[in-house]
């Protein structure tokens, strides 16, 4: 029955037999009317009218068979699953609740509901870990990836040792044992943390992390230097930072005379350039005898130069060599886990923070999870 405002609809009938004693003597008793919720962009209001059976022999009441709702429930199973499945966009709860015409506290019901088991989180043979700004709770908190197949495997609460470690532990021990690959950025924390708990697993220092050290030496050399130019020559200086921090042979030609005309002004900035260019070939390394050999040359020519920022970078490569040889030799990086963050920051900004940890996870898990916006984003890249 349809009029200006609402649509009233019944199911065919058929016969049903008592849930309760099995008999097949059953009558319809009555009809209990159902207003449905949550259905998006509905112009009018759905009744749906639910026939309540009674059984002759046991005088028990029961519904009819209904395979769109559940019981108790007012909402369609297949408009829950819409609102699930709209949390694998970049959306707020409130965005999604306007959508079907809910509360967003409805919403994250269902969601929780629906992701009370969550997917499971074991760890697999290459994992990356790297700290992200949270808002719920500790300021830090951790996420641990899967790089090989590209999955985020948990989110842990706090970046305080006692969290990770307790967190980490949990893992049985064979499962953490089969762990052969860490990929770390350059911090002691997760180097003992990953020594300790992944007994087997060759820690890979970030590639992108550790050439960062370069690119930062560079800059502050670059900024003493156009700080002593006079006012006429700082033009020349002019989006330099990013000339100088690309790679010599990427660079246009025009963008090549800029750079000869800027290095002119400083040796020492010469030299820092030169020091820079030298690092990244570090990383380009065929074999660990190549990588040797650049990284001892690179070290006497840093002994030479005697710039201070590019000692420290010389120190820090030292202690962090072998670590840094695992990354190039594996190839594995944490770009995937700094994707992963960003995607997690965009999060918090559209859906204005969250006020609980475990639906942070949960919605941390589902997103970064969700083939469907993989699929898609993959797509897009290929275009």
């Not at 395979?67 to 699953?81: C, G, K, L, N, W």
């Not at 959306?91 to 969601?111: K, L, N, Q, W």
């Not at 980490?168 to 924390?189: C, G, H, K, Q, T």
Request: proline share 3%.
């Amino acid at each position: 029955v349809k009029s200006d405002d609402c649509l009233v609809f019944l199911l065919p009938r058929k016969h049903h037999d008592c849930p309760a004693c099995g008999s097949s003597y059953t009558y319809v008793d009555r009809y209990r009317e159902q207003i449905l919720t949550g259905i998006p962009d509905a112009a009018l209001r759905y009744i749906y009218k639910n026939r309540r059976y009674r059984c002759r022999e046991c005088g028990k009441t029961f519904s009819e068979d209904r395979s769109f709702i559940d019981a108790y429930q007012r909402m369609p199973r297949s408009v829950i699953e819409k609102i699930v499945h709209a949390h694998g966009e970049l959306v707020s709860a409130a965005h999604i609740a306007r959508r079907h015409d809910i509360s967003p506290t409805t919403v994250m019901r269902h969601f929780a509901r629906a992701k009370q088991q969550q997917e499971s989180d074991l760890l697999d043979t290459v994992i990356s870990m790297d700290e992200f700004c949270g808002n719920v709770g500790a300021k830090y908190q951790v996420v641990i990836n899967d790089l090989q197949n590209r999955r985020c495997c948990n989110v842990i609460d706090d970046r305080c040792a006692a969290s990770i470690y307790n967190r980490l532990l949990a893992y049985p021990e064979s499962e953490r044992e089969n762990v052969m690959v860490v990929s770390i950025d350059l911090s002691p924390f997760f180097h003992k943390l990953a020594e300790e708990c992944f007994p087997n697993a060759e820690i890979a220092a970030d590639k992108f992390h550790a050439v960062r050290l370069a690119n930062n030496a560079l800059d502050s050399i670059r900024k003493e230097v156009q700080a002593g130019l006079p006012s006429r020559d700082k033009k020349w200086f002019r989006n330099a930072r990013h000339i100088l921090l690309g790679r010599e042979p990427k660079l246009s030609l025009n963008e090549r005379s800029k750079l000869a005309k800027i290095l002119s002004f400083s040796e020492a900035l010469k030299t820092a350039h030169a020091l820079k260019e030298e690092y990244y070939r570090i990383f380009d390394s065929a074999d660990r005898k190549m990588f040797k050999e650049r990284l001892h040359d690179f070290q006497r020519h840093v002994q030479m130069a005697n710039l201070a920022p590019f000692i420290r970078v010389l120190k820090t490569t030292e202690q962090w060599k072998e670590e840094i040889w695992n990354g190039i030799r594996t190839g594995y990086n944490n770009g995937f886990t700094e994707g992963c963050n960003n995607t997690i920051k965009v999060l918090k900004r559209v859906c204005y923070g969250f006020r609980n940890f475990e639906n942070f996870r949960r919605r941390i898990l589902y997103i970064l999870n969700n083939e469907e916006r993989k699929s898609r984003r993959t797509k897009h890249l290929k275009k």
